[in-house]
């Protein structure tokens, strides 16, 4: 049982990174250079998405941009918790996921494979990692299992 509950924080501590480190890069780009993000549109299974993008997504995107990061913050957050507050977030992480395998990460290769290793294959692992989770119990934060870690490890040397 401690293996699993250790995998489980372990999973956490390589998700989690992603979300609280992610808004970042977002503000940053949205704020400096929103121009960045315009190959977004291109790479999407949906055609219809597209048109969407350039002529509603773009001429706002800082302000999604803005929003995407307030979200990365939230999802980080809900994943570092406890109890059902760790199965929201990870509700909305792969979500968010499935909706970047959609959209695609910008890379417009002609190449099926090309196409699907670039924009598709980074969101599904990331998926696959996540869903064991969702039979997991989260009755400590991460912060705090990872202050438990260091516990022990002074403990030890003691």
């Known amino acids: 049982m401690e293996v699993v509950s250790k995998m489980k924080n372990i999973i956490r501590l390589l998700v989690v990174p992603w979300y609280l480190f992610g808004w970042m890069i977002h503000v940053y780009l949205g704020i400096f250079s929103p121009g960045i993000y315009q ?72 190449d099926l494979w090309t196409n699907f290793a670039r924009n598709r294959l980074a969101n599904i692992l990331f998926i696959g990692l996540q869903l064991p989770l969702f039979w997991c119990t989260f009755d400590k934060s991460l912060p705090r299992v990872i202050k438990g870690w260091f516990s022990k490890k002074a403990a030890q040397r003691s």
């Open 39 to 110: 190959n977004f549109g291109a790479s999407a299974l949906i055609p219809a998405y597209t048109a969407f993008w350039n002529s509603f997504v773009m001429p706002n995107i800082t302000v999604f941009a803005l929003l995407l990061a307030a979200f990365e913050i939230a999802v980080g957050c809900l994943l570092s918790s406890t109890g059902k507050w760790v199965k929201i977030g990870l509700v909305f992480s792969v979500v968010f996921s499935l909706f970047l395998i959609q959209m695609g990460l910008s890379d417009t290769s002609p």
